[in-house]
Each structure stands twice: as structure tokens, then as C-alpha cells.
């Protein structure tokens, strides 16, 4: 297989034949020099928790784009976010996140959640037709997660209006897909853009710090060390990134999997209880991020081959939660799945697990209950013509109409 072989319209429109082929390929299959693909569930489960795989980003740049571009702004970006960094650095970052993202914060979150998703519902409730994408799933959790970075509302609606013409660009450089110059300056230009923002929120709350995310990392502080501004703002801005888009594109991608399952949603619409369960099996159908990466720490031999450090094996979340090897019957949907115990990967394992898994399932429950709520005879009216990001790594559709 090729890197190529992720970045086709074939791919962007149904990427799982090309997925059965890697799993075909057996544990692994070579990409490039240096570059191996995965779409094994049991591989996939060792390799996430396997400290001596890590995350190596600028050297997986200099494979790819050469050294001179290691210094772009949106990979230095990423370079010093939380997603990059390895323990103990991690750990201690990954920490201070929990301060904002862990159990008792979220269930107190939860009526915060519920009353922006019920305002945004009354926005369109009597128009009877709207975009899903634009007008519901984008609002609800960039709103909810600016309320935990402590912006205020006129921060909020900057970021409702010109946060995803930044934030797409910016998605690039997260791609397994070739970039090109055009598509490496516009993620530099989005990245700049978006620094500024939150640089000078973070230049606020250093004079007048609050019960958030941005002034937990201000104030935090461990043998003497403070974070510096890059640190904290490379983390701020992958929050928001990761905070919103991989929820916008899930709430999309359940009721695609929903509708074009009639059976799976009579039963949803039937029994509220299920409702948690589906999205778990949605999450495994079709999850919005497709595709995730580990860099070998050290030279080593993993599941009987040998590694040398920096080689980059690129996870295909997308195949690994359709491994039959794991999974019964891995291609249909079903909500009633028989065999709970096996947990899908989308949220990830090990040291990098999802900080904003609890975060994410909890809008997700509350968006597709309200849906279901509010417009019972909701019905999608773009099923025959959707058009799919042209992301590898991000699924979801560019639009999704529903009228009532």
C-alpha cells in the first residue's frame, strides 16, 4: 500500500475497502521507508500502550516535508501541544487538562450542555429544514468548549463566526495525506491567527485568572517550573481544535449511520435508554477520527519485526474498530452489539487516551436526544448526496440537510 491510497476520492467517499486491504496485509504494511499502516484491533490495543511508542511529530515532518519546514508555525504548533508530548512532560500536561476534563467537572457540566443545546434547537425548530452541520452540530461544542477556556461571549461569537475557516486549514498538517506549499501556508496563516487569539486571552487572564482551563495552566507550577506562553497556548489551541471538531463530525456521521439504518433508529427512537449504546456502536461504525500515528522511542522488535527509533506506524482507527477478528459481523451496525466487552478504540488507549472523551460522549448523548425530542419526524434529506471532508484522518460531511 501507499500513503497515496489514503487521499483518493474513493477513499474520502467509503474508506473501508481500502481498510479491508491493509487488514488483508496482515499486522503490518509498509507505506514508505520509515512509514507502516495498521488496521489490526489486537495490535493496535498493544502498540497505544507500549511506552516505548510515543510521539515523535517533527521528526514524522522531516520524513515527510524535510527539515526546513520542522520550524512552519502550525507544526511548531502542534510540536508543543499536549497531543505531542510523551511522559513525564505528558503526564504532568495531560493533569492539569483533567483539572477541567475529569468526571465530577463534566456531570456538573452537563445542565450547561443541555441548556446550549436547547437553545440552539429553538434557532431553528420553526423553520422546518436546516443544515445539522452548520447550524447545530458546529454551535454546540465550540460554545461548550470556550464555557471551560473561560472565553467570555463576545470571545465565544468571534470564534462561532471565523473559528472553522482557521481550524480547517489547520487540519492539514494533522493529515496522513501529502501537503502541498498552498496547503502548508494556509494551516501557517490559520495557526498565526489563532495564536494571536489566544495569546491575548491569555494576557487577560494573567491579570484576572478564573475557574478555567487557560488559568489552571497559568497558575500551575511543579518544582519551581512554570509553563511557559507557547506551551500554554500550543495547548489551548489543540483543546479547542480537538475539543470541537471531532464532536461536530460525530453527531453527523451517528445520524448518517442512524438513517441509513432504519431498523437501528426505530429502535433508538424507541427506547431513550439505547441511546448511550448507540453512540458507543456509532463511535465504532464510523468514527470521526479515522487515523492516529506512533513513533518508536528506541530501536526495537514489536509483534516480530524490527523497529528502528523514529520509524512511524500510522493507526487506521477506522479499520481497527472493523476488525472482524474482533468484532462480529463488524460492517452492519448494531446498537444491541452482543459483545460489549469489546471496546472500541476511537477515543484511543493508554497514555494518549482522549482527554475529552467524557466531554465528547456526554454532548454527543445530549445533541442526539434533544434531536430525537424536539423534531420526531426528523427526517435527512441529503443521504443520496453527501459530501465527505477530503480529510484522511477526519471523517465527516461538509453538509446535512433535514426538514420536518
Not at 501507499?2 to 503490518?28: M, Q
Not at 481497527?320 to 448494531?334: K, S
Not at 482527554?355 to 443520496?384: C, H, K, S, Y
Amino acid at each position: 500500500m501507499k500513503i497515496a491510497d489514503f487521499s483518493t476520492p474513493s477513499f474520502y467517499e467509503d474508506p473501508y475497502p481500502v481498510y479491508e486491504r491493509l487488514r488483508n496485509e496482515g499486522s503490518f504494511a509498509p507505506l514508505t521507508p520509515g512509514i507502516w499502516a495498521t488496521g489490526s484491533y489486537d495490535i493496535t490495543e498493544k502498540l497505544l500502550r507500549d511506552r516505548r511508542w510515543g510521539k515523535e511529530y517533527l521528526e514524522y515532518v522531516r520524513m515527510r516535508h524535510g527539515d526546513e519546514r520542522t520550524q512552519d508555525d502550525s507544526f511548531q504548533t502542534v510540536h508543543r501541544s499536549v497531543l505531542m508530548l510523551n511522559p513525564p512532560e505528558h503526564t504532568y500536561m495531560k493533569g492539569l487538562l483533567m483539572k477541567t476534563f475529569n468526571a465530577d467537572r463534566i456531570a456538573g457540566f452537563r445542565s450547561n450542555i443541555q441548556a446550549i443545546t436547547d437553545r440552539i434547537a429553538c434557532s431553528f425548530i420553526d423553520k422546518g429544514s436546516v443544515d445539522l452541520v452548520k447550524n447545530f452540530a458546529y454551535p454546540l461544542p465550540v460554545t461548550a468548549i470556550c464555557i471551560l477556556l473561560g472565553l467570555d461571549e463576545e470571545e465565544t461569537l468571534f470564534l462561532l463566526m471565523e473559528g472553522a475557516a482557521m481550524v480547517r486549514p489547520f487540519l492539514r498538517v494533522l493529515d496522513i495525506a501529502e501537503l502541498n506549499m498552498e496547503h502548508i501556508e494556509a494551516a501557517n496563516a490559520a495557526t498565526k491567527k489563532l495564536d494571536e487569539f489566544f495569546t491575548r486571552k491569555l494576557r487577560k487572564l494573567r491579570e484576572a485568572p478564573g475557574d478555567d482551563l487557560i488559568s489552571t495552566l497559568l497558575v500551575a507550577e511543579e518544582n519551581g517550573h512554570r509553563l511557559t506562553d507557547e506551551e500554554i497556548v500550543a495547548s489551548i489551541f489543540i483543546t479547542f481544535v480537538a475539543g470541537h471538531e471531532t464532536t461536530i463530525n460525530m453527531v453527523g456521521n451517528i445520524l448518517i449511520s442512524l438513517y441509513r439504518n432504519p431498523d437501528q433508529l426505530a429502535l433508538v427512537r424507541q427506547n431513550e435508554a439505547l441511546i448511550p449504546q448507540c453512540i458507543n456502536e456509532c463511535l465504532r461504525y464510523e468514527t470521526s477520527l479515522q487515523i492516529t500515528s506512533r513513533h518508536a522511542l528506541e530501536d526495537m522488535e514489536f509483534e516480530g519485526i524490527s523497529f528502528d527509533e523514529g520509524d512511524t506506524i500510522v493507526v487506521c482507527l477506522g479499520a481497527v474498530n472493523r476488525d472482524p477478528r474482533r468484532f462480529t459481523d463488524p460492517d452492519r451496525l448494531i446498537i444491541t452489539r452482543p459483545d460489549p466487552s469489546s471496546r472500541n478504540l476511537a477515543f484511543g488507549a493508554g497514555a494518549h487516551y482522549c482527554i475529552g472523551a467524557m466531554l465528547a460522549t456526554v454532548e454527543l448523548e445530549i445533541a442526539i436526544r434533544t434531536l430525537f425530542r424536539r423534531i420526531p419526524n426528523m427526517q435527512l434529506t441529503n443521504l443520496d448526496d453527501l459530501h465527505w471532508l477530503r480529510l484522511s484522518t477526519v471523517r465527516g460531511v461538509e453538509t446535512l440537510q433535514a426538514a420536518w
